[in-house]
């Protein structure tokens, strides 16, 4: 009897355990390099507000902010390992794959409009695709924003301002080669990395969207802020092609139709954010001047010749991303 009552609580417990209620609920681990305050992180809490709410209980998005999990390439290897199941690279997307150094082509987006075009005729039918033989599976387009440059030199009007300035960068090939063109002394470092690297002198200066900068407290060590918006970079809302494929088709169709959704909060956001944050960097003490961007842009033309004839289809890229603006 004693026997027959232990499988019988066996079999009652095993059935309570299958049952939704008691079921375990799948969380989903999305790492990001946003610091609190940062475009990024509001990002992501509003995709995680907005995707757990559809999801019932079915599984649930956690944001982990801050490197917490990892830096950008870092993120991506926990991607293909599973440790971690969602991240939001950006520039770091050019070490990935050659073709998606487009988008460090100085001055190739004019503005969101021009992106949202980019996105429809470019990204998803020819980017996306050399991501995912790569193993990394895009859900939607976000952003980082456009970039400006800060320093403790002097403001920075002309790329000969840059001459020999330690300048830091992201992990992308092209953006180094960008600034090198234009005069500077760049070198790659985890975002992380950048504030201390600042307050030390390592580095004279960076370049970064507004809400990155100010996210990063960047002007407590920086003293000018060149409005040069010589770059915008795209965000990717990436899984590994593998995990993506074994989670529920209810779980992935809820995930990616929240992710392209929220993009429209993004572009929001990032839009005020660059109004607010000027003015709170200005009230900050940072010296704000607007670069001559006709300048930069004739100093550029190197950089785009060396990428067309060096990446497969790189002038293709670019003459139809430019072929797009209006």
């Given at each position: 009897?004693?026997?027959?009552?232990?499988?019988?609580?066996?079999?009652?417990?095993?059935?309570?355990?299958?049952?939704?209620?008691?079921?375990?609920?799948?969380?989903?681990?999305?790492?990001?390099?946003?610091?609190?305050?940062?475009?990024?992180?509001?990002?992501?809490?509003?995709?995680?507000?907005?995707?757990?709410?559809?999801?019932?209980?079915?599984?649930?998005?956690?944001?982990?902010g801050?490197?917490?999990?990892?830096?950008?390439?870092?993120?991506?290897?926990?991607?293909?390992?599973?440790?971690?199941?969602?991240?939001?690279?950006?520039?770091?997307?050019?070490?990935?794959?050659?073709?998606?150094?487009?988008?460090?082509?100085?001055?190739?987006?004019?503005?969101?409009?021009?992106?949202?075009?980019?996105?429809?005729?470019?990204?998803?039918?020819t980017?996306?695709?050399?991501?995912?033989?790569?193993?990394?599976?895009?859900?939607?387009?976000?952003?980082?924003?456009f970039?400006?440059?800060?320093?403790?030199?002097?403001?920075?009007?002309v790329?000969?301002?840059?001459?020999?300035?330690k300048?830091?960068?992201?992990?992308?090939?092209?953006?180094?080669?960008?600034?090198?063109?234009?005069?500077?002394?760049?070198?790659?470092l985890?975002?992380?990395?950048?504030?201390?690297?600042?307050?030390?002198?390592?580095?004279d200066?960076?370049?970064?969207?507004?809400?990155?900068?100010?996210?990063?407290?960047?002007?407590?060590?920086?003293?000018?802020?060149?409005?040069?918006?010589?770059?915008?970079?795209?965000?990717?809302?990436?899984v590994?092609?593998?995990?993506?494929?074994?989670?529920?088709?209810?779980?992935?169709?809820?995930?990616?139709?929240?992710?392209?959704?929220?993009?429209?909060?993004?572009?929001?956001?990032?839009?005020?954010?660059?109004?607010?944050?000027?003015?709170?960097?200005?009230?900050?003490?940072?010296?704000?001047?607007?670069?001559?961007?006709?300048?930069?842009?004739?100093?550029?033309?190197?950089?785009?010749?060396?990428?067309?004839?060096?990446?497969?289809?790189?002038?293709?890229?670019?003459?139809?991303?430019?072929?797009l603006?209006?």
């Open positions: 009897m004693r026997f027959l009552k232990f499988i019988s609580s066996a079999i009652v417990l095993s059935v309570m355990l299958a049952t939704p209620a008691f079921a375990a609920e799948l969380e989903l681990k999305f790492g990001h390099v946003g610091k609190p305050g940062s475009l990024f992180e509001a990002s992501v809490n509003e995709f995680a507000k907005r995707a757990n709410a559809k999801l019932e209980g079915k599984a649930k998005v956690i944001g982990f801050s490197s917490q999990l990892g830096k950008d390439k870092e993120l991506l290897k926990k991607l293909k390992l599973g440790t971690v199941n969602f991240s939001l690279p950006s520039s770091v997307m050019a070490s990935v794959a050659d073709e998606l150094g487009v988008f460090d082509m100085p001055y190739l987006v004019k503005d969101r409009a021009h992106m949202a075009r980019i996105e429809k005729e470019i990204v998803w039918p980017l996306v695709p050399i991501l995912e033989k790569k193993g990394y599976k895009v859900i939607a387009i976000w952003e980082n924003g970039r400006n440059i800060t320093n403790n030199k002097r403001p920075i009007n790329p000969a301002d840059l001459q020999d300035l300048l830091r960068t992201p992990k992308s090939v092209w953006r180094v080669k960008m600034f090198k063109a234009y005069g500077a002394n760049p070198a790659p985890s975002f992380s990395e950048v504030f201390v690297a600042l307050q030390t002198g390592t580095f200066g960076q370049e970064n969207p507004l809400a990155q900068i100010a996210s990063g407290k960047f002007q407590e060590v920086q003293k000018y802020l060149s409005m040069t918006g010589h770059v915008y970079t795209p965000a990717y809302v990436t590994s092609t593998k995990y993506w494929a074994q989670l529920p088709e209810d779980v992935r169709t809820v995930l990616e139709a929240t992710a392209k959704e929220t993009q429209a909060f993004v572009y929001k956001t990032a839009a005020q954010l660059e109004i607010d944050l000027l003015a709170e960097l200005k009230a900050g003490g940072m010296q704000v001047n607007n670069a001559d961007k006709a300048a930069f842009i004739a100093a550029s033309k190197p950089i785009y010749e060396e990428f067309g004839s060096s990446v497969p289809d790189g002038k293709a890229l670019i003459d139809k991303a430019l072929g603006a209006m």
